[in-house]
């Protein structure tokens, strides 16, 4: 069964640096999201992404938050300048279709710990 | 402001014994409501999700859902639990709009006793 993959599975940085975080959507997908879980809180939505552009965006993403699909395959999360507050579990997922109740499949997710 | 609540933050339950998972959802509109499980070091994988018709939802691995509007509800239950069960359960609802946006409980965190 076609699945969501994320790289790296766990990534530590300092804080400043910029870090970027991977993600293969499943082939054929057309509509791919960010979300993040603060360690002990909920699951947040950062961003959608579709026809190559940003859908819809929370307002924890702001100007140090990016993402891109450079190629037919992968959609990456990029953050400029990590913040202390940036550690959390980051997830992918992406969607089939346009309709509302399709499913989203999610990634294994990254881990970020900004030191 | 749509949300979700998972008001049991973690839940032991004896192998064999039901299990019941709650979710309490505030939403404008006629809601889209899922249930996701995520084992340890996997992804959210989707259990089970309403969308309208029969309120009683049947979803993967045995489990089951019951839409009830006048609570605002939509429980997670499994008759028997069986002990690879134990993982983080998250409720869902959305989306309200074409981008797709879901909004999550806290998850409700299942240990399983032997």
């Known amino acids: 069964e076609p699945e969501v993959t994320q790289t790296p599975s766990h990534q530590v940085t300092q804080m400043g640096q910029e870090v970027i975080l991977r993600c293969v959507p499943i082939?054929?997908?057309?509509?791919f999201y960010w979300y993040r879980q603060i360690l002990g809180q909920k699951v947040e939505f950062l961003v959608s992404?579709?026809?190559?552009?940003?859908?819809?965006k929370s307002e924890i993403f702001d100007d140090q938050f990016s993402v891109e699909r450079p190629d037919g395959s992968n959609f990456t999360l990029k953050i400029r300048s990590t913040k202390l507050e940036d550690s959390a579990m980051y997830f992918c997922?992406?969607?089939?279709?346009?309709?509302?109740?399709?499913?989203?499949?999610f990634g294994p997710g990254t881990r970020l710990l900004v030191l | 402001a749509q949300s979700v609540t998972q008001p049991d933050i973690h839940i032991t339950v004896s192998e064999g014994a039901s299990l019941e998972l709650r979710c309490n959802y505030s939403?404008?509109?006629?809601?889209?409501l899922f249930w996701y499980v995520q084992s340890p070091g996997q992804g959210l994988q989707l259990l089970l999700k309403?969308?309208?018709?029969?309120?009683l939802v049947q979803g993967i691995k045995g489990f089951e859902a019951e839409f009830k509007r006048s609570q605002s509800s939509f429980n997670l239950r499994k008759p028997s639990v069986h002990w690879s069960d134990a993982a983080e359960y998250f409720c869902?609802?959305?989306?309200?709009?074409?981008?797709?946006?879901?909004?999550f409980g806290q998850g409700t965190e299942l240990s399983v006793k032997p």
């Open positions: 869902a609802v959305g989306p309200y709009n074409q981008g797709g946006k879901l909004i």
């Open positions: 997922a992406s969607r089939p279709g346009l309709a509302p109740q399709e499913t989203q499949y």
């Open positions: 992404f579709y026809n190559n552009e940003i859908s819809e």
């Open positions: 939403y404008g509109a006629t809601p889209y």
């Open positions: 082939s054929n997908h057309l509509y």
């Open positions: 309403y969308f309208s018709g029969d309120t």
